[in-house]
């Protein structure tokens, strides 16, 4: 049911499929790649993720906005969606955290959404079909005209994001300054007096979430931009270094590529997520390939040797596993849903990485575990033991 006052609204894919129904938050047009999350919460930490740029999520959740939006689940400083879709919105949010209504915040950040669609409808399409371009308008209610925008659109194969969502300058994560919450203690929350261990952060699009996970291990923590060298990097002597999550085709962001091939030879603790794990993959002679709809929701399992993680998934590229097993590399977890590379690392040195999100926001915590060996390998570099990455 629109509102009162709703605007007409038209979404076309760059097949020609053609929906129409409302805006939500910011008039205009928009272009994007069209991708599905299945989850049935955390929409503001969605549209807040750097690994969502360039695309227009539709939530499969059938009423978005219930709860509103707030300072502190936000992935970063803004929405980084180029639209969102779906079924029904909820103008007037029920939560003690809500700020803002999600209508007035994408309206803000100039964000179109288009609701009053049949989005299962779209999801099945993309399902069948695989992900594709397309625009959202308020302006162009012209199907024709609007496609050819589309179709004008630079695909995601080959598209570098990264550059558009790295930090500009260098910085240290401040926890003080940062939202802290703590589920479960014995779970999530280390003990305080354990050394401090200096990490390096290569950001391709971090999640503030993952600052938080490592903070709270009691990690030193400097960002810096994806086009930092690997020499300006080991400057600041790391203990580790991790390698962030970030949008676009991994395979494009040369720089990160070769700068990771500089950083294998420090012999450093290295650990990557997302993007990062690709970005290590490619470091070490892996090829990635692009997934017909990608994964993108709460409860994928993840695992190997009959033990199981769910996990919190969110991108379009996966590892090639025929290019991961070699006499160095090992495939430590794999997606349970279709078998593609969740999960790799060094069987000789103490480097790793995973496709999914431990740090999750939102999402389970089965997998937090990550961070705790990461400090360990830390730990064991700087006190020559020697550690297993399990």
Same mark, same amino acid.
């Given at each position: 049911m629109p509102l009162f006052d709703a605007i007409p609204a038209l979404l076309v894919l760059a097949d020609g499929t053609t929906y129409r129904g409302w805006s939500f938050g910011s008039t205009g047009t928009t272009i994007g790649e069209v991708v599905f999350n299945t989850g049935i919460t955390g929409y503001q930490e969605v549209l807040t993720d750097p690994s969502y740029c360039g695309q227009i999520v539709v939530f499969t959740y059938p009423e978005l906005g219930n709860t509103g939006v707030n300072p502190d689940d936000e992935e970063s400083e803004k929405p980084q969606? $180029?639209?969102?879709?779906? $079924?029904?919105?909820?103008?007037?949010?029920?939560?003690? $955290? &809500?700020?803002? &209504?999600?209508?007035?915040?994408?309206?803000?950040?100039?964000?179109? !959404?288009?609701? !009053?669609?049949?989005?299962?409808?779209l999801t099945r399409k993309i399902r069948v079909h695989g992900a594709m371009n397309g625009g959202i308008s308020t302006e162009i209610l012209d199907p024709g005209e609007l496609l050819l925008r589309v179709q004008d659109a630079p695909n995601m194969n080959g598209l570098n994001l990264v550059k558009e969502v790295t930090t500009s300058t260098v910085y240290e994560w401040d926890q003080s300054t940062a939202p802290s919450w703590e589920f479960n203690s014995e779970l999530l929350q280390p003990n305080k007096k354990q050394e401090t261990f200096t990490v390096v952060v290569l950001d391709f699009g971090i999640k503030r979430n993952i600052l938080r996970r490592l903070a709270s291990y009691g990690c030193r923590i400097v960002v810096v931009p994806a086009h930092t060298s690997a020499a300006e990097i080991l400057n600041y002597k790391p203990d580790g270094i991790f390698l962030s999550n970030g949008p676009g085709d991994p395979s494009a962001v040369s720089e990160g590529i070769e700068t990771a091939k500089e950083l294998l030879k420090s012999q450093k603790p290295m650990f990557g997520i997302c993007m990062g794990h690709q970005i290590i993959g490619h470091a070490l002679g892996a090829e990635t390939f692009k997934l017909k709809f990608g994964h993108r929701g709460l409860n994928h399992p993840a695992g190997l040797k009959q033990k199981v993680e769910i996990t919190s998934q969110n991108h379009s590229f996966a590892i090639e596993k025929d290019s991961v097993q070699t006499a160095e590399i090992e495939? *430590?977890? @794999?997606?349970?849903?279709? *078998?593609?590379?969740? !999960?790799? $690392?060094?069987?000789? @040195?103490?480097? /790793? *990485?995973?496709?999914?999100?431990? #740090?999750? *926001?939102?999402?389970?915590?089965?997998?937090?575990?990550? /961070? #705790?060996? /990461?400090?360990?390998?830390?730990?064991?570099?700087?006190?020559?033991d020697k550690v297993e990455i399990s």
């Open positions: 969606v $180029r639209g969102a879709i779906a $079924r029904n919105i909820c103008n007037r949010p029920s939560n003690w $955290r &809500s700020t803002q &209504s999600l209508p007035d915040y994408l309206h803000k950040h100039q964000i179109p !959404g288009i609701y !009053g669609i049949d989005t299962r409808a495939i *430590s977890h @794999l997606n349970l849903n279709d *078998s593609t590379v969740a !999960g790799m $690392r060094h069987k000789n @040195l103490p480097i /790793f *990485s995973v496709q999914y999100h431990p #740090e999750a *926001s939102p999402g389970p915590h089965d997998a937090d575990y990550l /961070f #705790e060996k /990461f400090v360990q390998a830390m730990h064991a570099a700087r006190h020559s």
